[in-house]
C-alpha cells in the first residue's frame, strides 16, 4: 500500500476539470460509466429487473447519446444509464451461470455418501487441519451410484497430506454451508464454484497427478519456498515473512493475527502494489540491460502473472497486479499514467469477468484504501506539512489516515471493531517493512544458493520481523486499542460514502475556482 501511495501521490491532486460537466472530457466520461457499471452489478443484486427493462434502458442510453451528445450533461446521464444497464445485465447472466451444482441436491441428507473427486486448488493448511477443494465426478450412498458435477470443500487433519492433482475417494455428509448475521459461508464459497462441504469424512487417495502440470509445479515450488524460509527463520517469524512476501496467513499464530487485528495491521499481511512493483524491479534489474524496451513490458507481464498465481490470485493480489502493470506499461511506452482512470478500469475488468467479486470483502477494502490515497490524501497533505519526514513519518501517517477515511465504514461494518492504535501503530512500522520484506527476498535467493547466505541476511531481517511484531503485541495491550461497534448498518455505510463524496466534489470545485 505504500508503494501505491507514493505512485498516486505524484499523479494527485485530482484536477477539479476532471469533474466539471461543463466541458466533459474522455477520461471523466469514461471513467463515469464504468463506475455506472460497477453500481449496476451492486444494484442487480438488491433491485433485479426484467430482461426487457435491461435491454430498453440500454438501448433509450445508448440513443440517447448518440443523437443528444453536444449537451454534456444529457450526455453523462445517457451514459450513467448505458453503463448500469450493462452491469445489471452482466450480474444476471452471472447469477444463470451460478446456479446450484447437481451435487449441491445431497446436502444435509442424514446417512453419509461416498464421493470420488479431485483436488482442483492448493490445499489451504493451518495450525491444526488442512482443507481441499474438490471437483467431484461420482456419487454414491451404497445402493445407487450417480456421476455428478460439482465442488466441494472438506476439513479434514493434516496428516496425511494430500496434493494438488490427487484423486481421492471420501466417505462422509454432504452439508451446505452455514449462514450467520454475521458472515454468510454459504454465499462466500458460491463465489467460488463451491456449493457443498464435508467435516472431517474419511479419505483414500486413487492416484496422483492428475492436475495441470504447471500449477502443480508453482505449488512445489511454493512448497519450497516456505520449508526454505522455515529453515532461515524460527517461528512465528517465517510464517510472517511468508504473509509479507506472498500473502500467507496458513502458518501465522492466533494470538499474532489477533494482535494485527487489533492494531490494525491485517493488511501488511496482504499483497500489495509493494510486491509487485518488487517483481517488476526484479524483473527489469535482471533483464533490463538484455532486452530492448519494448520487450520489457511482456517479460514483467509474464511474471507478474505468475507470481499472481503463485500467492493465490485473490481480488486485493489481482487488483494491485493489474494496476501495477498499466503503471508500467505507461512508463514503457511513454504515456501519462491517469491513476483514477486505472483504478475504475480494473475494478470494472475485474466485475466484468466475475460479477460475484464485488462482494469480496478483501476486494472493497483493497479499491477503498487506494480510492483514499487518491482523492484524500491531496486535501491532507497540506495540514501534515509541519510534521518531520524523517524515516518516512509524515507519509506514513498521511498513507494511514487517507485509507481509513475511506475504508473505515466497511471495517466497521464488516468486523465490528475500530481500531484506534492504527494510525501510530502504521506509522511505528512503515519504515521496517519494505526493508524486511526486501531483506527476505534476499534472504531466500541468497539461501538457495548457499543456506549460510541466506541466513545471514535473514538475522538482518529477523530484528525488522520482531520489532514488528512486538509493536503489534504492545499496541494491542494499551487500554481502549481496538473498540467493538455494535449495529453499525449497511444504511450507515451508505450514508458515510454519499456524504464523502459530496464533501470530495465541493472541496475539489472549491480549490479550483479559488485557483481560478
Not at 517461528?235 to 493475527?257: C, D, Y
Not at 538484455?290 to 520489457?296: A, E, H, V, Y
Not at 497486479?321 to 470494472?348: C, E, K, N, P, S
Amino acid at each position: 500500500m505504500l508503494v501505491d501511495f507514493i505512485c498516486l501521490r505524484e499523479k494527485l491532486p485530482v484536477s477539479a476539470r476532471i469533474m466539471d460537466v461543463k466541458q466533459p472530457s474522455r477520461s471523466f466520461l469514461t471513467i463515469i460509466t464504468l463506475i455506472a457499471f460497477l453500481a449496476g452489478v451492486g444494484l442487480a443484486r438488491f433491485f433485479p429487473l426484467p430482461l426487457p427493462w435491461l435491454l430498453g434502458i440500454l438501448a433509450g442510453g445508448f440513443l440517447f447519446a448518440l443523437l443528444l451528445k453536444k449537451f454534456p450533461l444529457v450526455l453523462i446521464l445517457s451514459l450513467i444509464l448505458v453503463g448500469s444497464s450493462i452491469g445489471m445485465l452482466r450480474y444476471n447472466f452471472a447469477i444463470q451461470d451460478n446456479s446450484p451444482h447437481p451435487l449441491s441436491k445431497f446436502n444435509d441428507m442424514e446417512k453419509e455418501v461416498s464421493l470420488t473427486g479431485e483436488i482442483v486448488a492448493e490445499p489451504d493448511s493451518r495450525n491444526n487441519h488442512t482443507k481441499y477443494t474438490l471437483e467431484i465426478s461420482s456419487w454414491s450412498d451404497g445402493i445407487i451410484e450417480k456421476q455428478v458435477d460439482g465442488n466441494v470443500l472438506i476439513k479434514t487433519q493434516k496428516l496425511p497430506e494430500y496434493l494438488y492433482g490427487d484423486e481421492l475417494s471420501l466417505r462422509g455428509k454432504l452439508q451446505t454451508p452455514f449462514e450467520t448475521e454475521e458472515f454468510n459461508y454459504r454465499d462466500y464459497l458460491a463465489r467460488n464454484g463451491i456449493g457443498s462441504v464435508m467435516y472431517y469424512p474419511s479419505l483414500k487417495k486413487i492416484s496422483s497427478g492428475n492436475g495441470n502440470p504447471i500449477l502443480a509445479t508453482m505449488y512445489r515450488f511454493k512448497a519450497a519456498f516456505e520449508a526454505k524460509l522455515n529453515r532461515i527463520y524460527p517461528e512465528p517469524h517465517a510464517s510472517f515473512m511468508a504473509g509479507l512476501l506472498i500473502g500467507s496467513r496458513r502458518g501465522i499464530p492466533e494470538a499474532v493475527m489477533d494482535d494485527f487485528n487489533t492494531t490494525g495491521l491485517t493488511h501488511i499481511i496482504a499483497i500489495s502494489g509493494y510486491n509487485i512493483a518488487l517483481v517488476i524491479a526484479l524483473i527489469t534489474g535482471l533483464f533490463g540491460s538484455l532486452l530492448p524496451r519494448r520487450w520489457q513490458f511482456p517479460v514483467a507481464f509474464i511474471f507478474v502473472v505468475v507470481f499472481t498465481l503463485f500467492v493465490g490470485a485473490n481480488a486485493a493480489v489481482i487488483r494491485a497486479a493489474i494496476m501495477g502493470l498499466l503503471a508500467f506499461f505507461a512508463l514503457t511506452i511513454g504515456r501519462q499514467y491517469h491513476a483514477g482512470l486505472a483504478i475504475v478500469l480494473t475494478a470494472a475488468v475485474m466485475i466484468l469477468w466475475n460479477p460475484f467479486t464485488l462482494q469480496d470483502v478483501s476486494f472493497q477494502l483493497s479499491f477503498a484504501a487506494v480510492l483514499g490515497l487518491m482523492f484524500v490524501s491531496p486535501l491532507l497533505e497540506k495540514y501534515c506539512a509541519w510534521i518531520p519526514n524523517k524515516f518516512a513519518i509524515r507519509e506514513s501517517l498521511l498513507m494511514t489516515f487517507s485509507a481509513q477515511v475511506t475504508a473505515v465504514p466497511l471495517i466497521v461494518f464488516y468486523f465490528a471493531r475500530l481500531s484506534l492504535i492504527s494510525p501510530i501503530a502504521n506509522v511505528l512500522v512503515a519504515p521496517a517493512i519494505p526493508l524486511a520484506m526486501l531483506l527476505g527476498a534476499f534472504s531466500i535467493i541468497a539461501g538457495w544458493i548457499f543456506l549460510p547466505a541466506g541466513i545471514l541476511i535473514g538475522f538482518l531481517a529477523y530484528g525488522l520481523l520482531t520489532y514488528i511484531l512486538k509493536v503489534a503485541e504492545w499496541g494491542s495491550q494499551l487500554p481502549l486499542a481496538s473498540l467493538e461497534v455494535n449495529n453499525f448498518t449497511f444504511a450507515l455505510v451508505i450514508i458515510y460514502y454519499a456524504v464523502l463524496v459530496g464533501f470530495l466534489v465541493w472541496k475539489y470545485n472549491f480549490e479550483e475556482r479559488i485557483k481560478d
